[in-house]
Nanobody, 122 residues
Framework: QVQLVESGGGLVQAGGSLRLSCAAS????????MGWFRQAPGKEREFVAS????????YYADSVKGRFTISRDNGKNTVYLQMNSLKPGDTAVYYC???????????????WGQGTQVTVSS
């Protein structure tokens, strides 16, 4: 079973940037498709972005398309989420997820990390 630890969250002003990291241990990251989800207070967890095992395929929620970029470094067993032009509506706890099957990750299933808080002030 892979273990996931997110980091890089924090407080940023609207228009700013953050880069989240998700470090994997226990298994080789290259055998997992990866995804980022977020959950704002009082709302359900929602899909943000995902990336295939090789990195050749990525998907994004419409709300972040053009602002967020998911990437991976299999040599470092780490997946990243570069977030630019942040808005107060992006405030949430961000989670990474892993599964060998890309569609399973997109569906919100698989192994989860503990989350990292992102707060965007106006």
């Amino acid at each position: 079973q892979v273990q996931l630890v997110e980091s890089g969250g924090g407080l940023v002003q609207a228009g700013g940037s953050l880069r989240l990291s998700c470090a994997a241990s226990g298994r080789t990251l290259s055998t997992y498709a990866m995804g980022w989800f977020r959950q704002a207070p009082g709302k359900e967890r929602e899909f943000v972005a995902s990336i295939s095992r090789s990195g050749s395929s990525t998907y994004y929620a419409d709300s972040v398309k053009g602002r967020f970029t998911i990437s991976r470094d299999n040599g470092k067993n780490t997946v990243y989420l570069q977030m630019n032009s942040l808005k107060p509506g992006d405030t949430a706890v961000y989670y990474c997820a892993a599964d060998p099957v890309h569609s399973t990750v997109v569906a919100g299933k698989g192994t989860w990390g503990q989350g990292t808080q992102v707060t965007v002030s106006s």
